[in-house]
């Protein structure tokens, strides 16, 4: 499985932008899927993530409703919508995927596949 991770870029507070990630192979709804991001000297910390059906999802808590995330398995391609931008939200955002488990999306180790990253960022 390989995975583009793109839609980042320079976008003002209270601004939005939507994430995409492009996958693979014909078998994107066998797999979760999630965000993550990272910012430098910090741990890459969960964000947001989706089973491979799209019935259930789970976000971090600092995404406040700001975030939804999405998949469209026809297209192969999860996205993930970003509101109301905050300048805490700059980092580079990764999409992954795990063969779907049915446990919470956060633990990053259970994730065999991952995008190049794409970087948001978030003036004030």
């Known amino acids: 499985v390989q995975l583009q991770a793109s839609g980042g870029g320079l976008v003002q507070a209270g601004g939005s932008l939507r994430l995409s990630c492009a996958s693979s192979g014909s078998t994107f709804s066998s797999y979760d899927m999630a965000w993550f991001r990272q910012v430098p000297e910090k741990e890459r910390e969960f964000v947001a993530g989706i089973s491979g059906r799209g019935g259930r999802i789970g976000y971090a808590d600092f995404v406040k409703g700001r975030f939804i995330i999405s998949r469209d398995n026809a297209k192969n391609t999860g996205y993930l919508r970003m509101n109301s931008l905050e300048p805490e939200d700059t980092a580079l955002y990764y999409c992954?995927?795990?063969?779907?488990?049915?446990?919470?999306?956060?633990?990053?180790?259970?994730?065999?596949?991952w995008g190049q990253g794409t970087l948001v960022t978030v003036s004030s």
């Open positions: 992954a995927v795990r063969r779907s488990y049915g446990r919470d999306f956060d633990n990053k180790a259970e994730y065999r596949y």
